[in-house]
């Protein structure tokens, strides 16, 4: 089955700094997706992106689905970016959804 | 448009104990799921529902069932609850563009 690995497992960031976090699958997917769990527990969607780039504001996606990794990016950074963030992938066959273990990151002030 | 939603948000159960957690979506998506997350872990994927009428087992499917009742509904049953099945449970659907998650469970099991 599908591997899911994120890195680095934890970041510490001032704020106003940027960041990259990245994630890599050990399979072809046709799905992956970022997600944000708030510090609440809320899972919060951030970029549908089995390929190519997307954008919303401080936040863009990066995924190269023929090297098998996806790269999240964080501009200017807020303490409200802190919390976990997920990547996840899977495949349209199977619709299964395997999450990688996360990054948790904080944001000082 | 509420999204997903889990039913009970808390829970504390007996050793030994049964109970159902619900889920439903109201946005007509075909795929449901159900995963457990404990503490300072990812999600660890239960069972899923590719279509209403099918279920298939996902990573740590044992001590659990479930049923899709309708393309609505999935729920995930605890037959007998052990302490090991201590966790936040998040029920969550899929159609192209991605997955939605509810709000979640907090289970205990004392």
């Known amino acids: ?109 | 448009n509420a999204g997903v939603t889990q039913t009970p948000k808390f829970q504390v159960l007996k050793t030994g104990q049964s109970m159902t957690l619900q889920c439903a979506q109201d946005m007509n998506h075909n795929s449901m799921y159900w995963y457990r997350q404990d503490p300072g872990m990812g999600l660890r994927l239960i069972y899923y529902s590719a279509s209403e009428g099918t279920t298939d087992k996902g990573e740590v499917p044992n001590g659990y069932n479930v049923s899709r009742l309708n393309k609505r509904e999935f729920s995930l049953r605890l037959e007998s609850a052990a302490p090991s099945q201590t966790s936040v449970y998040f029920c969550a659907s899929s159609e192209q563009g991605g997955a939605f998650f509810g709000q979640g469970t907090r289970l205990t099991v004392v």
């Open chain 1, 1 to 109: 089955g599908i591997q899911v690995e994120q890195s680095p497992p934890d970041l510490i960031l001032q704020e106003g700094a940027n960041s990259t976090l990245r994630c890599n699958f050990s399979d072809s997917v046709n799905n992956l997706q970022w997600f944000h769990q708030n510090p609440w527990g809320q899972l919060i969607n951030l970029f549908y992106i089995p390929s190519g780039t997307k954008q919303n504001g401080r936040l863009s996606a990066t995924t190269v689905a023929t090297e098998r990794y996806s790269l999240l990016y964080i501009s200017s950074s807020q303490t409200t970016d802190s919390g976990v963030y997920f990547c996840a992938a899977g495949t349209s066959g199977t619709y299964k959804y395997i999450f990688g273990t996360g990054t948790r990151l904080k944001v000082l002030a």
